[in-house]
């Protein structure tokens, strides 16, 4: 049974930083390439990066230069660590295995001063 928990959203203010957490079961977890999507009320899921079992990774264009995805084979976790927030990445977040239906629960982030 494959679970996928996030952690580490929360309220920041503009220009703040969080780093997210999805620690990964039930899935051989050094083979699959990993991602992180968000959800905006009112709007679809959109995907946000994804890294290989490589570790080569790819941003949407919105987060480049901000965001930074990574992996913990050893401890089958995905990092996201998010900088220079602005209002607009407010969204619940999403951990996913890629090119597959497992989710997270999903871990809310509020950016607001």
């Known amino acids: 049974q494959v679970q996928l928990v996030e952690s580490g959203g929360g309220l920041v203010q503009p220009g703040g930083s969080l780093r997210l957490s999805c620690a990964a079961s039930?899935?051989?977890?050094?083979?699959?390439?990993m991602a992180w999507y968000r959800q905006a009320p009112g709007k679809q899921r959109e995907f946000v990066a994804a890294?290989?079992?490589?570790?080569?990774?790819t941003y949407v264009g919105s987060v480049k230069g901000r965001f930074t995805i990574s992996r913990d084979n050893a401890n089958n976790t995905v990092y996201l660590q998010m900088n220079s927030l602005k209002p607009e990445d407010t969204a619940v977040y999403y951990c996913?295995?890629?090119?597959?239906?497992?989710w997270g629960q999903g871990t809310r982030v509020t950016v607001s001063s």
């Open positions: 996913n295995v890629l090119t597959t239906d497992y």
């Open positions: 039930g899935v051989t977890f050094y083979i699959n390439s």
């Open positions: 890294i290989s079992s490589s570790s080569s990774t």
